[in-house]
């Protein structure tokens, strides 16, 4: 078996690292020469993995077609706003009926499309083999061997099987769901409330706060995710509330820690600058708001999100706002 994992950011790097660790036959394309000569010369990723030391089964390339030669997957982690013109750019040179496992979350902005279509649209005439891999896992702490579990989907049962033991070591659990919709929907959605969560943090508004931001949170992803076609049983599973709680509360996660120096007073303008590495909740905040006035799903929190991104609305004011809507059940 071998796996070519496209995208050398700390979450491609790492999944590439792992399943090299674990004795599988995998290669790691990178854009930039400088990660290449780094992880040759060194086994590091000092762009975006510093300090962690990688496999020396690791083979890393930036030529696609060495890299692709031979591989029986491919495990997409390229930020999701990219995705489309990158599979567009290897579309002759990958083999017909790709097996696709993508890892990136988000909705694209112009389309809205989830990465599933974005991914059949791009290999059109390829008949791409999907399925998505989404949880609570911060590349950090899967790259120190600590146990994480995530959810993969895959809509043929087989694949979905074969795919789930492939990626599995002994401290990387995957649990299998025919429900791909779900799992990638689970994985974008939840940047966005993080966002918020960090907000609140940053206001000080205390622990009741974020707990309710988490679980009204959680209504929201289940609203929409069901409006697209996902199982309300993913959104209960690590793919959802899984994923939400880790991004929501953990100081790993970038969108929460975007969210936390808003609610400090900074601006976005700044805060993006000064990261390395994608946040990719603050561009799905926009494909979001503009998806639930397509679909008419009700999502107060993103509403509010993206008033705060983009029309430079006061965290405290949007607060204000969310707690003075009108009452309902829940």
């Known amino acids: 078996m071998k796996i070519a994992v496209l995208g050398a950011g700390a979450w491609g790097t790492t999944l590439a690292d792992m399943l090299a660790k674990n004795d599988v036959n995998t290669t790691l394309w990178a854009r930039e020469p400088e990660v290449v000569a780094n992880i040759r010369e060194k086994r590091e990723n000092a762009t975006f993995l510093p300090g962690v030391p ?51 979350k988000g909705i694209e902005l112009n389309s809205l499309a989830p990465m599933s279509r974005v991914v059949a649209e791009a290999l059109e005439g390829k ?16 790259s120190a061997d600590m146990p994480t579990s995530v959810s993969l989907g895959c809509e043929d049962h087989e694949l979905g099987r074969e795919l789930q033991e492939a990626f599995s070591t002994p401290f990387f659990r995957v649990y299998f769901t025919p ?11 939840k940047n966005v409330i993080a966002i918020a969560a960090g907000m609140a943090d940053g206001l000080n ?3 009741d706060a974020r707990a309710a931001l988490i679980t009204r949170g959680l209504a929201e992803l289940s609203r929409l995710g069901e409006a697209m076609g996902g199982q309300e049983r993913t959104f209960m599973g690590l793919s959802g509330m899984g994923d939400l709680v880790l991004t929501c509360t953990g100081d790993l996660s970038r969108n929460r820690q975007v969210g936390l120096k808003l609610g400090q007073g900074q601006k976005l303008d700044n805060i993006i600058s000064e990261m390395k590495a994608v946040a990719e909740g603050v561009k799905t905040t926009k494909s979001l708001y503009d998806l639930s006035k397509k679909l008419n799903v009700e999502l107060p929190i993103t509403d509010q999100v993206y008033k705060i991104l983009y029309e430079d609305k006061d965290p405290a004011q949007a ?6 809507r009108d009452l309902k059940d829940e």
């Open 54 to 104: 990688l496999s020396e089964k690791l083979n890393i390339e930036s030529d696609p077609e060495t890299a692709f030669a031979g591989a029986d997957y491919f495990l997409v982690v390229i930020p999701s706003q990219f995705i489309r013109p990158a599979l567009e750019g290897f579309r002759d040179i990958l083999p017909m009926n790709p097996v696709i496992v993508c890892a990136s």
């Open 205 to 207: 508004f205390g622990h």
């Open 319 to 324: 607060t204000r706002d969310l707690m003075n």
């Open 127 to 142: 008949r791409p083999r999907y399925a998505s891999l989404s949880g609570p896992s911060f590349a950090a702490e899967v």
């Open 179 to 189: 429900d791909y919709r779900g799992v990638e929907l689970g994985g974008a959605v």
